[in-house]
């Protein structure tokens, strides 16, 4: 549900196509981030939802009538679209997508100039504008035209930042499943160009997501582990509806966590490309990160939840390694954003690098267990649900950069936040016990429910 006084969530601005993203806002909204890039040109990208054409017309069509330029890039995934704003000459970009929410919902996500989406001081602007209605206008009315060189420059950019004669050599076997979204148009290319053998699964695209959703899961992707598996592929990977975000699937079968594989990865570009760099992720991270990277003599600087966060911290403290725990991996050395190809050639290049299957390299982890999900309630109902936690029993300490972080002990916590882009309240857990994180588990799942109905009319 979009306020009446705030736009923007935790990544960019959704709704239900039709009910809270009307076509009025999306004008409105089109308007005022026309009069904050001031000119064009301006890229515009969507996803392959239902309303993700409709919605990119009528914005292409607001800018136009605001004076600006515009580059119509049609379907593509939110990395593409990014690199494009940052590398091919425009003033900024604009993507159509809801990411990992259900068909029905849709998004607006700006990015500035420099391919990151706009920082949390640009989308209170933003706001300022859209709510004031003060929309300026350039002279004249700004043209459509389409720009044929993003993908493949992309693509060239993405190859110069691995090892492509170590993967090729390798002659890997790797199953895709974009989930019925647009990574179907761009990762299978970036895998058979570095001499992969492709097998592929849920590759059409379909805005309703029939196949698993558009949000790739632990408990979503059996036929992804069915096909690795099946085929003896070497890896296998899932992305959600927008392809920022990849879930990775070693040769056994197994479905690893996004920020267990991002260890892996931290843990490759520490040791062999980027020597005591600063790792950035959000206070809900594994603290398996923050093991690898201790190892390795870097510093993890913690952030937020939300992919806006670990970006602008990235580009702030000028670091070039960036993680959220849903599977969002950022290379700064191609761009400070979530990227779900630039993610698996990372992936390939750490196989082919260290020699090893990526089940060797996932279990080489230090050992930590995990458990998260999320419950159904309003927003007013999930800042309860956190002041009731804060104040529940005794514990080590108190972290309250976003929502609450609860340690029990050293290498125990809890956390629980409002979630920025759904009516839920998030709870992570993590422990090296795996007794007391499902003790903890059940406690705190106990008083949130408890807190919830409570707050029931």
Same mark, same amino acid.
């Given at each position: 549900?979009?306020?009446?006084?705030?736009?923007?969530?935790?990544?960019?601005?959704?709704?239900?196509?039709?009910?809270?993203?009307?076509?009025?806002?999306?004008?409105?909204?089109?308007?005022?981030?026309?009069?904050?890039?001031?000119?064009?040109?301006?890229?515009?990208?969507?996803?392959?939802?239902?309303?993700?054409?409709?919605?990119?017309?009528?914005?292409?069509?607001?800018?136009?009538?605001?004076?600006?330029?515009?580059?119509?890039?049609?379907?593509?995934?939110?990395?593409?679209?990014?690199?494009?704003?940052?590398?091919?000459?425009?003033?900024?970009?604009?993507?159509?997508?809801?990411?990992?929410?259900?068909?029905?919902?849709?998004?607006?996500?700006?990015?500035?100039?420099?391919?990151?989406?706009?920082?949390?001081?640009?989308?209170?602007?933003?706001?300022?504008?859209?709510?004031?209605?003060?929309?300026?206008?350039? @002279? $004249?009315?700004? *043209?459509? &035209?389409? !720009?044929?060189?993003? %993908?493949?420059?992309?693509? #060239?950019?993405?190859?110069?930042?691995?090892?492509?004669?170590?993967?090729?050599?390798?002659?890997?076997?790797?199953?895709?499943?974009?989930?019925?979204?647009?990574?179907?148009?761009?990762?299978?290319?970036?895998?058979?160009?570095?001499?992969?053998?492709?097998?592929?699964?849920?590759?059409?695209?379909?805005?309703?997501?029939?196949?698993?959703?558009?949000?790739?899961?632990?408990?979503?992707?059996?036929?992804?582990?069915?096909?690795?598996?099946?085929?003896?592929?070497?890896?296998?990977?899932?992305?959600?509806? @927008? $392809?920022?975000? *990849?879930? &990775?699937? !070693?040769?056994?079968? %197994?479905?690893?966590?996004? #920020?267990?594989?991002?260890?892996?990865?931290?843990?490759?570009?520490?040791?062999?490309?980027?020597?005591?760099?600063?790792?950035?992720?959000?206070?809900?991270?594994?603290?398996?990160?923050?093991?690898?990277?201790?190892?390795?003599?870097?510093?993890?600087?913690?952030?937020?939840?939300?992919?806006?966060?670990?970006?602008?911290?990235?580009?702030?403290?000028?670091?070039?390694?960036?993680?959220?725990?849903?599977?969002?991996?950022?290379?700064?050395?191609?761009?400070?954003?979530?990227?779900?190809?630039?993610?698996?050639?990372?992936?390939?290049?750490?196989?082919?690098?260290?020699?090893?299957?990526?089940?060797?390299?996932?279990?080489?982890?230090?050992?930590?267990?995990?458990?998260?999900?999320?419950?159904?309630?309003?927003?007013?109902?999930?800042?309860?649900?956190?002041?009731?936690?804060?104040?529940?029993?005794?514990?080590?300490?108190?972290?309250?950069?976003?929502?609450?972080?609860?340690?029990?002990?050293?290498?125990?916590?809890?956390?629980?936040?409002?979630?920025?882009?759904?009516?839920?309240?998030?709870?992570?857990?993590?422990?090296?016990?795996?007794?007391?994180?499902?003790?903890?588990?059940?406690?705190?799942?106990?008083?949130?429910?408890?807190?919830?109905?409570?707050?029931?009319?």
């Amino acid at each position: 549900m979009i306020s009446e006084a705030k736009l923007f969530g935790t990544n960019g601005v959704r709704g239900v196509f039709g009910r809270d993203l009307t076509i009025d806002l999306i004008i409105d909204l089109s308007r005022a981030l026309a009069t904050f890039y001031k000119n064009g040109p301006v890229v515009v990208g969507r996803d392959g939802r239902n309303s993700s054409q409709i919605v990119s017309q009528v914005v292409i069509s607001s800018l136009n009538s605001a004076g600006l330029d515009v580059a119509n890039a049609g379907l593509i995934p939110t990395p593409c679209l990014q690199f494009a704003a940052k590398r091919l000459g425009y003033k900024g970009g604009i993507m159509i997508t809801a990411s990992h929410n259900p068909g029905e919902f849709n998004g607006i996500k700006p990015s500035a100039a420099d391919g990151v989406e706009i920082s949390r001081e640009d989308e209170s602007t933003v706001e300022s504008i859209y709510f004031s209605k003060q929309f300026s206008k350039l @002279d $004249g009315t700004g *043209s459509e &035209f389409h !720009d044929d060189r993003i %993908i493949s420059s992309y693509l #060239d950019n993405v190859i110069q930042l691995v090892d492509i004669e170590k993967i090729q050599r390798r002659r890997f076997v790797i199953a895709i499943d974009p989930g019925n979204g647009v990574q179907t148009t761009v990762a299978p290319l970036l895998a058979k160009r570095l001499g992969c053998r492709v097998v592929t699964a849920n590759s059409t695209i379909d805005g309703t997501f029939p196949a698993r959703g558009s949000e790739p899961l632990l408990n979503n992707l059996n036929v992804l582990s069915c096909i690795v598996k099946g085929t003896k592929a070497d890896v296998g990977v899932a992305y959600d509806g @927008d $392809g920022d975000r *990849s879930i &990775f699937c !070693d040769e056994k079968g %197994i479905i690893h966590p996004g #920020d267990k594989t991002a260890a892996s990865i931290v843990g490759h570009l520490l040791r062999n490309k980027h020597l005591a760099a600063n790792v950035v992720c959000p206070v809900n991270t594994t603290m398996a990160v923050s093991k690898v990277a201790e190892d390795a003599g870097s510093k993890v600087i913690h952030t937020k939840v939300g992919s806006v966060e670990v970006s602008r911290e990235m580009i702030r403290t000028k670091s070039i390694i960036g993680l959220e725990e849903n599977g969002g991996f950022m290379y700064g050395k191609l761009n400070e954003v979530r990227d779900g190809v630039m993610t698996t050639a990372l992936v390939l290049d750490m196989m082919a690098y260290e020699d090893q299957t990526l089940a060797t390299l996932l279990d080489s982890l230090p050992n930590v267990f995990q458990y998260k999900t999320k419950f159904r309630c309003d927003k007013s109902t999930a800042c309860e649900v956190v002041r009731v936690c804060m104040e529940h029993g005794s514990f080590l300490k108190l972290e309250t950069l976003d929502g609450a972080k609860i340690w029990i002990d050293s290498e125990t916590w809890v956390m629980v936040r409002p979630s920025g882009t759904e009516p839920m309240v998030r709870m992570y857990a993590e422990s090296t016990d795996k007794l007391l994180l499902d003790s903890k588990v059940r406690q705190y799942g106990r008083l949130i429910e408890s807190t919830i109905k409570k707050c029931q009319p």
